[in-house]
């Protein structure tokens, strides 16, 4: 069969995705170490800047951090327990039955799952764990900000979200998924961000980088003349909030 061919859509936007991503709760990460018989070894797939890589390495005592993006894996958060390599999800490179933990933070729409689940199988160690997560549309505090960027989100870029979004909206509960069930706590993300900080993380989006390449302008600058008097003011902070997916089982 033919390997899916590799999109990488954040390749002229990975700077802004590294600086501009929220981070994920601590309390994904504490429940994910408790799942694991042994903490040895963790492999972070689809690890982009390593957002996920460096709260993985509080718990394992290594942690292979994976992305098939040069450009992503250029960006990565530098810590001494975090190994960064370039390698696709379904080719990994790393050795049988080596890893305690498969994770997958906001990326397993992006692979070959085939493929991938095979990969995943073969590096797991015998009652290791796998692990994928997303979040989904954002919820803004203020009435007014949370419609406006909703309908940049839907309809301003909506038709250039990659068609494997889909999956990020749905909470991966169409994926397949071949793994022993756990059931994860509820868990979302939040933020408190200022309006360049919000600005940034739109600019980080997939659809706003092909938005930008098809039309030639940048959508963020235009939504700004009305997002920026409805925010209130460029320094006010507003609450930011995801919901969050995860799927997670036994690779047994």
Partial sequence: MTPKPFSDH??????????????????????????????????????????????????????????????????????????????????????????????????LHWFDLEAFYREVRRVARPDGVFAAWTYGVMMVEGDAVDRLLRAYYHETVGPWWPAERRHVETGYRDLPFPFQPLEAPPLFLQATWDLDQMLGYLRSWSATARFMAARGFDPVAELTVGLAPAWGGAHRQRLVHWPMAVRAGRVA
């Fill in 10 to 107: 954040f390749k002229d936007v990975a700077r802004q995705y590294a600086e501009s991503r929220p981070g994920y709760p601590a309390a994904l990460f504490d429940w994910l170490a408790a799942q694991c018989a042994d903490r040895a070894c963790a492999w972070d797939c689809g690890a982009g800047s390593g957002q996920a890589s460096v709260m993985l390495a509080r718990d394992f005592r290594r942690v292979i951090a994976t992305d098939a993006s040069p450009t992503q894996i250029a960006q990565a958060r530098a810590h001494e327990r975090v190994e960064y390599r370039v390698a696709p999800a379904e080719a990994s490179g790393l050795p049988d039955q080596s890893v305690d933990l498969v994770a997958v933070a906001q990326a």
